[in-house]
């Protein structure tokens, strides 16, 4: 049911524009099954799919093109940003473990996004990551691994900028 919701929802967001509409946006997604908080403000060309368990805490922005993809559980805490074109995705594959394709089985890993996180623009965010409260992802980054609460990062891989303590 998730999908046909899906779909609907994503043409109807087509007519919203980006920065306006939030409330009925929440109530869309939430049609879908997602938890979403209260003044949570999602930008019409974000994109939330799958039928994992998506949790969004109070007042998070959504920003421009940012695509959610989850197959198990992301959640996202209270008070935080997520810059345009964010990439964040439960979903993954083993390697090679099927004969003939290094691409393997289907696993899940989960991701937490803890409270008052900023995020720049372009940030890709792996499965099976947890990033810690306060913390700040600088533009274009690719967080592979946990990420300590109050700590800036920035890199490919993500690497550890300064404390923020």
């Known amino acids: 049911m ?9 043409f109807i967001l087509f007519f919203i524009p980006e ?9 869309l997604y939430r049609t879908q099954g997602y938890k979403i908080g209260a003044n949570v403000r999602i930008c019409s060309s974000a994109r939330i799919y799958g039928p994992g368990n998506i949790e969004i805490d109070d007042n998070v922005w959504i920003g421009p093109e940012v695509m959610i ?10 008070n935080t940003g997520l810059g345009p074109r964010t990439y964040v995705a439960t979903g993954t594959h083993n390697v090679g473990d099927i004969k003939g394709t290094m691409l393997g089985t289907g696993i899940n890993k989960d991701v937490i996004i803890e409270e008052g996180c900023w995020f ?5 965010v792996l499965p099976g990551v947890t990033i ?7 533009a274009g980054a690719v967080v592979t691994k946990d990420i300590d ?16 303590k």
């Open 19 to 27: 920065t306006r509409g939030f409330g009925f946006k929440r109530f």
């Open 69 to 78: 993809i989850s197959s198990s559980l992301i959640k996202i805490e209270k």
């Open 149 to 164: 609460p109050y700590t800036m990062v920035g890199g490919i891989p993500a690497r550890i900028i300064r404390s923020l």
């Open 2 to 10: 998730k999908t046909v919701l899906g779909y609907i929802n994503k």
């Open 120 to 124: 720049g623009p372009n940030i890709t």
């Open 132 to 138: 810690g409260k306060m913390c700040i992802i600088a």
